[in-house]
């Protein structure tokens, strides 16, 4: 019997439901990564291929850090069946460790390409025989749903925070804020409890004085997905834009994408719809949506688009040439900034940029007849927290409402799914214990 | 019998660019083409000006291949003003659970922002959602064609295109076979010429070996130092029977860019049975390759274990020759050494399990 010591990649505070997913398996020992700094990013560059995207770096470097300072020797890793990149990153940081000379590094493959075909499953089933133990059923249910659970919070307190920076009348009350609830989500592994956490968002975020007046300027703000998650490699953007008054609209997050491989995503339906002219099928990385969500908050009337995106990545880059060179300004006159990173330029340069922007964005407002004449709307989320507080019987209609939505949308398939791969997956997981091993789930 | 009248009227003239895709599929395209009744045009060979045309109204951060097909459009355009389609592929995934990299996928979406382009021709080879047939008859709507007529077309041009494999796997290097089917002229082999005492094989992209100006000429430059080379094309079909399996120990992972696994199953052979076959590797990659920058970094370490010469290039729009030819010139060099150092006894081969 061996208590394994599992990590992950940090990637901004994705960390509390990665952690959720192992949470209380028995032999398991989840290590929390510690943040990324310039240290584990440079020992990450160092050992890399050369013009690999930026986020392959900086997870090789916290992998690293972690075996070395931390003891840790198995990771959970992504991997996919996609067009971009990012599915081959776990093959290729495990041979590049073993080469290094840490022989014994195992990686655990979240299999990301469909989760409905449960093929992920089998993470759980590689640890089983990594720990030489059983987990229950129950558990792998339970972990599950931590896991969503959680996700759909973390996603939910950033993308208040994005909204509520910019209004606060004491400077850094929203970050204080943020990290006290956080604190509350990583530490509550109660179902029961967690349901009922959104009322808890918004009482705490009530507590920010804000300025309730204020019509502030509208960022869309999008990427690839795990620099705009993690804030060392984007020098925490969201945070800047918020200081410097704008109110940002955060796109996308983990529990979205995942809502996205179970095919319950309505807002990426929606999205892929709006986009369906310009790119007609999903090219990897986030460049579809992105595209939707630019013509939608367009729509809306937003000031600007802030897509940022890790150096040399494929998609990303196919998108951003679409838009750059858009000359038809009929349909594209949203003014968009585009964020190359990878890791080496200091923060000061980009400073000036968004400056730039929001000055730019400043004098639209104030002569540009397409942005000077939009009515502001202020948020649903502002709105329920500051002016019209939930009855207690809406909050409950809301978490009832939010799942079944995610159900009706999935019993509605817009991608082919493989019926007999799941049953098949789904049987030999759950029968492993024993022949009518499906039983063991009613042991609730 | 038709009258010449009436198809000088009838024929839609193409054009096709001369980069991408085109080293890998033209033979195809060619015959799809023409037996749907169409006149192609082809650009001309890569020069400076059209880089200079491509990399101004692509980006920076584009790789230089999709630059280079951005020039060749717009001196397409420039040159046949009367042209009433432009062919643009879209291209998917050829085989099952397989891709093309992102910018393949978003081609004739990227291109419609250049300026004065005309019509673009749509052909989406989508395995995953429809067969290659299906395209060939949307195609064939597009030229005004019926069904029957694509699907004959689709059957011609895929036997064609099999002759022309057969072809290069003769021997017959693929600029060669290309200009054999430009001038419409049945695949003969040329005549051996003399041999170099050491071989190569050269990976990488179609778009990046045969395009002259690009790699500044490489296979030329390997032919001056008296080295033969074979190229992916070349081998024979049997290698590419099973896929590479990238970690055979854990979740059994895929890598699924179609020809990154070309390349991988290419260097499996060579990195097992045909280890005696060739003497070195060279591996051409466009700055900014998504796929190959990790590909590369795989097969740089698989040669390590076996002790294969392994040469990694990188080019991008510059043309500073001295450079290249002086890291070929120490590659070919080194080998020579080595391989006179070897004759006395040969080091114990080590055998790989990953690959």
Same mark, same amino acid.
């Given at each position: ?9 940090r ?11 192992f949470?209380?398996?028995p032999g ?7 943040l990324?700094n310039?240290?584990i990013v ?12 930026? @986020?392959?770096?900086v ?13 840790v020797?198995d ?5 996919d ?17 073993k080469n ?18 449960l ?9 089983e025989?990594r720990?030489?133990?059983k ?8 972990n ?10 973390v996603?939910?307190?950033t993308?208040?925070e994005?909204?509520?920076r ?32 959104d ?12 300025d ?23 020098y ?22 995942v809502m996205?491989?179970l ?8 999205l892929?719809h ?5 790119i ?6 986030e460049?579809?949506?992105?595209m ?6 367009q ?20 998108f951003?040439?679409?838009l ?35 000055d ?11 942005f ?6 202020? @948020? ?6 500051y002016?019209? @507080? ?15 939505s995610?159900?009706l949308?999935?019993?509605? @398939? *817009? ?5 007999g ?12 214990? *024993? ?10 | ?8 009227k ?10 991408l895709?085109?080293?890998r ?15 192609i045009?082809?650009?001309p060979l890569?020069?400076?000006k ?11 951060e584009l ?8 020039g ?16 643009v ?34 052909f989406?080879?989508?395995?995953? /959602? ?8 949307e195609?064939?709507k597009?030229?005004?064609?019926g ?9 011609? =041009? ?18 060669? =076979? ?9 695949f ?8 170099g005492d ?6 990488g992209?179609?778009y ?21 080379h074979i ?6 079909e ?5 896929p ?14 179609r ?10 052979y060579f990195?097992?049975?045909?280890r ?11 700055? =900014?390759?998504?796929?190959?920058s ?9 040669m ?12 991008? /729009? ?25 004759t006395?006894g040969?080091?114990n ?5 990953? =690959?």
């Amino acid at each position: 019997m061996v208590n394994v010591r599992v990590s992950f990649s940090r990637m901004g505070w994705s960390y509390i439901f990665f952690r959720g997913l192992f949470h209380d398996l028995p032999g398991i020992e989840v290590v929390d990564p510690p943040l990324v700094n310039t240290e584990i990013v440079s020992d990450g560059v160092k050992n890399s291929p050369e013009f690999v995207c930026f @986020p392959f770096k900086v997870i090789l470097g916290e992998m690293i850090n972690l075996y070395r300072n931390y003891d840790v020797k198995d990771f959970a890793m992504i991997a996919d069946y996609g067009p971009c990149r990012a599915g081959m990153y776990g093959v290729i940081q495990k041979r590049i460790m073993k080469n290094m000379g840490f022989k014994d590094v195992r990686m655990f493959y979240l299999r990301q390409d469909d989760f409905r075909n449960l093929e992920w499953l089998r993470v759980f089933r590689d640890l089983e025989k990594r720990t030489g133990r059983k987990f229950e059923d129950y558990k792998i249910l339970r972990n599950t749903l931590l896991f969503m659970v959680k996700a759909y919070y973390v996603e939910r307190i950033t993308h208040i925070e994005g909204l509520v920076r910019c209004r606060e009348k004491n400077k850094a009350m929203t970050t204080k804020v943020v990290h006290t609830l956080m604190n509350l989500l990583d530490n509550e592994n109660n179902l029961m409890k967690l349901s009922n956490f959104d009322r808890t968002i918004d009482e705490n975020f009530r507590k920010i004085p804000i300025d309730k007046e204020m019509e502030p300027l509208r960022v869309c703000y999008t990427g690839e997905i795990q620099v705009m998650l993690e804030k060392w490699v984007n020098y925490d953007l969201m945070g800047e834009l918020g200081v410097m008054g704008i109110e940002v609209h955060k796109q996308y997050d983990v529990f979205d994408w995942v809502m996205y491989k179970l095919d319950a995503s309505k807002r990426r339906r929606r999205l892929e719809h709006k986009a369906r002219k310009y790119i007609p099928m999903d090219i990897g990385g986030e460049a579809v949506w992105n595209m939707g969500s630019y013509l939608e908050s367009q729509e809306k009337g937003f000031d600007g688009f802030c897509h940022i995106f890790p150096f040399t990545c494929m998609p990303e880059i196919s998108f951003m040439g679409m838009l750059e060179a858009e000359k038809n300004m009929d349909k594209f006159y949203m003014p968009h900034i585009h964020f190359s990173l990878d890791g080496s330029s200091g923060f000061e340069g980009l400073r000036t940029r968004i400056e730039a922007f929001h000055d730019l964005m400043v004098g639209n407002k104030k002569n540009n007849p397409l942005f000077r004449d939009v009515k502001y709307v202020v @948020p649903d989320e502002i709105k329920n927290i500051y002016f019209k @507080p939930k009855s207690n019987f809406e909050y409950f209609v809301s978490s009832i409402e939010k799942p079944m939505s995610m159900v009706l949308t999935m019993l509605n @398939p *817009s991608k082919k799914l493989d019926v007999g791969f799941t049953v098949k997956n789904g049987l030999e997981f759950f029968s492993r214990n *024993s022949f009518f091993g499906i039983g063991s789930l009613f042991n609730l | 019998m038709e009258a010449p009248q009436q198809t000088e009227k009838k024929r839609i003239k193409v054009g096709i660019p001369r980069a991408l895709h085109f080293y890998r599929y033209f033979p195809f395209w060619k015959k799809l083409l023409e037996e749907l009744d169409a006149e192609i045009v082809i650009s001309p060979l890569t020069n400076k000006k059209i880089v200079e045309v491509g990399v101004t109204h692509g980006f920076g951060e584009l790789c230089i291949p999709v630059k280079i097909y951005y020039g060749q459009l717009l001196r397409l355009v420039k040159d046949h003003p009367d042209l009433d389609f432009i062919f643009v592929p879209r291209y998917v995934s050829e085989v099952k659970d397989s891709y093309f990299c992102p910018k393949f996928l978003s081609l004739p979406d990227v291109i419609k922002i250049l300026p004065g382009i005309p019509k673009i021709l749509n052909f989406e080879v989508n395995v995953k /959602e429809f067969p290659i047939s299906t395209a060939a008859v949307e195609l064939g709507k597009q030229l005004g064609k019926g069904q029957n007529k694509a699907l004959n077309a689709y059957k011609e =041009a895929q036997k064609y295109f099999d002759e022309y494999h057969a072809f290069l796997r003769e021997g017959a290097s693929v600029n060669q =076979a290309l200009r054999l089917v430009q001038i419409i002229r049945p695949f003969t082999l040329p005549k051996k010429k003399s041999e170099g005492d050491i071989r190569f094989l050269l990976l990488g992209h179609g778009y990046n070996i045969f395009d002259t100006f690009i790699n500044l000429d490489f296979q030329k430059k390997l032919k001056d130092q008296g080295v033969n080379h074979i190229t992916i094309e070349n081998l024979p079909e049997s290698i590419f029977k099973t896929p590479v399996i990238v970690n055979p120990r854990g979740a059994k992972l895929q890598n699924y860019w179609r020809h990154e696994e070309e390349i991988m199953q290419a260097i499996r052979y060579f990195l097992t049975k045909g280890r005696d076959e060739i003497d070195g590797v060279i591996f051409l990659i466009s700055f =900014a390759c998504g796929p190959d920058s990790l590909i590369a970094e795989l097969i740089m370490r698989d040669m390590k274990v076996v002790g294969l010469p392994f040469l990694e290039i990188i080019m991008d /729009e510059h043309s500073g020759e001295a450079g290249l030819l002086t890291r070929v010139e120490s590659f070919v060099e080194m080998i020579r050494r080595k391989k006179k150092g070897l004759t006395v006894g040969r080091r114990n081969k080590l055998t790989i399990k990953s =690959a």
